[in-house]
């Protein structure tokens, strides 16, 4: 069955330092989304990406955080920044457009983010 | 505004008994989604409803989704210690493709053998 592969599973970083998280979304899928989950909290939207632009974004997604597909396999999500309220699960999904879904979406693994 | 709100937020059960969680939220939907999370993994997609369905199975897996109400059930029979998760359920709402899904805070179910 195909996956989402999120890389790395966990990172860590010094509060200040600029991480990229990857992802390879399924091949077929069009639509692929960054999620966070800030341990024992809900799982938040960050932001869709869809044609090489950028969907829709919540307001957590500020300046210091960016998006790109920088070919045609990888997506990647880049804080430039961190703090140590970016320590969260970040997840990776990917998913058909809304009339072939049945579905749902597909979601990755996740990768670990600690800010110290 | 809170989509997607579960209860209860915690549920125990024996290997066996059936467990049913249930999920609020407040706005138009164009499907509603439940998935479920194992302790510090990500999130597996179980069942999709849309909106114009009332209920749907799979496996041992049964989604009801009433609208006026809106409100959603998810029922697992017969359960087993391996469906010891998290569960969430999420809503997609209407609108172009690509929208966010809006999750709710989840049930952790512990199912003890």
């Known amino acids: 069955e195909p996956e989402v592969t999120q890389t790395p599973s966990h990172q860590v970083t010094q509060m200040g330092q600029e991480v990229i998280l990857r992802c390879v979304p399924i091949?077929?899928?069009?639509?692929f989304y960054w999620y966070r989950q800030i341990l024992g909290q809900k799982v938040e939207f960050l932001v869709s990406?869809?044609?090489?632009?950028?969907?829709?974004k919540s307001e957590i997604f500020d300046d210091q955080f960016s998006v790109e597909r920088p070919d045609g396999s990888n997506f990647t999500l880049k804080i430039r920044s961190t703090k140590l309220e970016d320590s969260a699960m970040y997840f990776c999904?990917?998913?058909?457009?809304?009339?072939?879904?049945?579905?749902?979406?597909?979601f990755g693994s996740g990768t670990r983010l600690t800010v110290v | 505004s809170q989509q997607g709100e579960e209860d209860p937020q915690a549920l125990s059960i024996q290997e066996g008994e059936n467990a049913t969680m249930n999920c609020s939220y407040k706005?138009?939907?164009?499907?509603l989604q439940w998935y479920r999370q194992n302790s510090g993994r990500g999130l597996v997609h179980l069942i999709l409803?849309?909106?114009?369905?009332r209920e749907k199975h799979s496996g041992r897996l049964r989604v009801t989704l009433d609208t006026s109400k809106k409100s959603s059930s998810l029922l697992i029979t017969a359960s087993r210690a391996a469906d010891t998760a998290s569960y969430f359920c999420?809503?997609?709402?209407?609108?172009?493709?690509?929208?966010?899904?809006?999750f709710g805070k989840g049930t952790t179910l512990s199912v003890s053998s």
């Open positions: 999904a990917s998913s058909l457009p809304r009339a072939r879904a049945s579905y749902g979406y597909t």
């Open positions: 091949s077929n899928h069009l639509y």
């Open positions: 990406f869809y044609n090489n632009e950028i969907s829709e």
């Open positions: 706005t138009s939907i164009n499907n």
């Open positions: 409803i849309r909106s114009n369905e």
């Open positions: 999420a809503t997609d709402p209407p609108g172009q493709a690509g929208t966010a899904l809006i």
